[in-house]
């Protein structure tokens, strides 16, 4: 199976850096597992590094108490898998919360004392990202470089927003100031994100003593002709040449793994990536929010002469052809033909109208399918992907808008034009 073809070697280093007297960093690399951390501490007196460990081996016991839950969302990616996948590293991050926070309150010493948090853990072909403040995981796939965590921090928020720029925010005094962390309360919000694993991927993780001095843009030239390896070192030094005045800590994955299936697995993540990005609908969202559509997407397979929708019959999913072709059908007919690529039944997305069309699989067909249901779920949860979507959706149906009255408008010159010579062709 492909769960089983598919590998990780990760490497992992943690540094003081040059200002600070204690780390208050951790890190954890547990192939075995399948789980990878980086969490940095904050409290003082030692108190961020008890906060950071705490945390790292909370989450560890957690995860390992329940890792069939990871082979299950990498053996059968089901929307119920996902869910359960997703909610395993959130209770897992809610219990290093619920912990730190009750070592706190019957120590004075180590009162306030929390952590960011960042996680990868890795079920088969799947991976699931937990994250919490300014701590960030970072995607290198076929020569692009994504963040995958949006920072939890004031200026991330006010960035977001728009009420300062990006150099405003370089200059901030409140860029070091952290909306979320592991410990300070009772509970915290749960950033997580289900991910494909592709051979070739690799997955940056780092506390922001590392983020602090490299831009996004950097990565891809920094880690050019270094071995995996030797990667987590040479970041270290990059942030330590450049001031180093905060601890540092990366830890890099590398997926590989062999034969046929990983190869048609790989090459259907990287369709169901290009093709979703291509649709009007999901063009304007950043990768990592393409990403998080993806992980609501279920995929199916349809013979040839299988009726994919009925004309007539309602509908609230979106179809992606990821391989294959289908025939679209009005009243019996053909009027057009989808590849891999095409696309259909998106304003099932809107309501449950019935189908204006009948698309039928002409060849073994397989598909991906968005929801109504998963994808309004998603919206309430990031509204700045919401309010993208959204907009949108106005400007296809305002396009189809326009489409159809240009088609009446020449529809009605050609009536006119018809009427206006009947007279002489009755003569």
Known sequence: MYAVALTTEAFGLTDVGRRRQHNEDA??????????????????????????????????????????????????????????????????????????????MSDASKRGMGTTFVCLAVGGNKGVIGHVGDSRVYLV???QCHR???????????LK???????????????????????IQESVQVDTLIVD?????????????????VEDEEVLSLIAGVAPADLPKRFIDIANERGGKDNITAVVVKVAGEGSSVSEESSEAQSR??????????????????????SIATTRTYPAGREIVVEGQPGEELFVVIRGRV?????????????????????????????????????????MVISRPDLMGLMKRESILAVKMLWSFVQVLSDRLRATNSELSEARQELAVAQAIAPFAEE
């Open 148 to 158: 995958l965590t949006e920072d939890h921090t004031l200026v991330a928020a006010q």
């Open 273 to 294: 990536m290009e093709a979703l990005r291509k649709i009007p609908l999901f063009r304007h969202l950043t990768y990592k929010e393409q990403t998080a559509v993806l």
């Open 327 to 367: 025939a679209i059908e009005k009243n019996g007919v053909e009027i057009a033909e989808l590849r891999a690529g095409g696309h259909f039944g998106e304003m099932g997305l809107i309501d449950n109208a019935p189908r204006s069309a009948t698309v039928r699989a002409t060849e073994p067909t397989r598909t």
């Open 27 to 104: 890190m954890l690399v547990d192939a075995s597992l399948g789980l990878y951390v980086v969490a940095d501490g904050m409290g003082g007196h030692a108190a961020g590094e008890v906060a950071s460990n705490r945390a790292t081996e909370v989450v560890r016991q957690h995860i390992s108490a329940n890792r069939h839950l990871l082979k299950d969302l990498g053996n059968n990616p089901t929307p119920d898998s996902r869910s359960a996948a997703a909610a395993l590293i959130e209770v897992a991050v809610q219990r290093a919360c619920a912990d730190i926070y009750r070592t706190a």
């Open 141 to 143: 796939r076929h020569g």
């Open 197 to 213: 694993l592709v051979p070739g991927d690799m997955f940056i993780l780092c506390s922001d003593g590392l983020h602090g001095y």
């Open 161 to 183: 927003a728009g009420t300062i720029t990006k150099d405003q925010a370089a200059t901030s005094q409140y860029r070091n100031v952290i909306t979320r962390a592991v410990g």
